[in-house]
């Protein structure tokens, strides 16, 4: 039973893989909002670019630059070679890397070695993952095997609900989560960071977690891959009908930024950001890094390891075009530039009680 359902969630990673790949995954009604976000022109920065210094600290750990590839697949050996592949990227260009979820790892231990990026990532902030409904079945002593056995800094739990209820065989019971991340805060010896999987995280929820001692957050909001759609097309007819009534369900990125400030988090922004002006206008939000996981991917298939570089050299470039236009000197300075944000993203956040 344990091999057949391992079998089946590689099956199920391969065809994710497919999907991301080839189809039209994105939202298409429901946006990130970041457009609904203006950055100040400064006529008189009074700096030079190469003066512009976009290094950050995630979980503690310096970065070259404010990004995070984030966690994507694992469990086959496309998968593999995709995490290495990234990995090295991150590596090369001294920026953080996510695993896939470890689900089929924990399930089938034989395919550790597809999250095993360690030896080609030596230095390099990396993040394992794991669902947090799959968690609350395990010990906290077992997680913490999983997260050493691929050699990572920290664990992402993510949650995912409206994905479990589209996907075919999903999860239907969410309870006992935040008892979950609760002890798993308390009782392992890494970070532990939330994150969401493209339908954002409210200020109600942010309350919960820092309630309950996290301290880092990807908010990984809706208007970039919907994991809803991506699900629908895997699905029957029932789903698919759901998948198509839900697939622009979710929190926009710029509002769930806004609606978590004010608490203290640590954030991540994923979800929807697809430029070095993005980037910019995430960490004018908030976010002490942007997580990109879709673009990267498509990158790296079409061109490998040179071809996402060159996207992560695109997206840098862009941001610090960006503060040079701000007159930020460092990101501290960019998190303080004035922001023009447009109605429907004040909206979101009147309505979430953001700051």
Known sequence: MRCRLAETISDRKRSHLALCEGEEVEFAGKTT??????????ALPELAVDEVDVSTTLLGKR????????????????????????????????IAFGLGSMRAMQRKPALAWTFEVRAHA?????????????????????VEALVRRVGADALCLHLNPAQELIQPGGDRDFRGGVETISRLVRELPMPVVVKETG????????????????????????????????????AGAAERDLGALFADWGIPTAAALLGLRGLGL????????????????????GARVAGVALPV????QEGGRQAAGEFIDRLTAGLRTAMALTG????????????????????????????
């Open 63 to 94: 970065l070259r630059a404010p990004l995070l590839i984030t966690g994507m697949t694992g469990g086959t050996d496309e998968a593999s070679a995709i995490n290495r592949g990234l990995a090295q990227v991150a590596e090369e260009h001294g």
């Open 266 to 285: 640590e954030l991540v922004a994923s979800g929807g950001v697809r430029t070095g002006l993005d980037v910019a206008k995430t960490v004018a939000l």
């Open 199 to 234: 339908c954002g995280i409210s200020r109600p929820v942010g309350e919960r977690l820092v309630g309950v001692g996290v301290r880092t957050v990807d908010v990984s909001g809706a208007g970039g891959t919907s994991w809803i759609k991506v699900e629908a097309l895997r």
């Open 122 to 142: 030596p230095t390099t902030l990396v993040l394992a993952n794991l669902g947090v409904v799959q968690a609350g079945g395990l010990s906290s002593a077992e």
């Open 33 to 42: 909002l970041l457009e609904e976000v203006d950055l100040v022109h400064d």
């Open 297 to 300: 991917f498509r990158a790296y």
């Open 328 to 355: 930020a000197r460092d990101l501290d300075a960019l998190a303080r530039v004035p922001v023009v944000l447009g109605q429907r993203l004040r909206e979101w956040v009147a309505a979430g009680g953001g700051a």
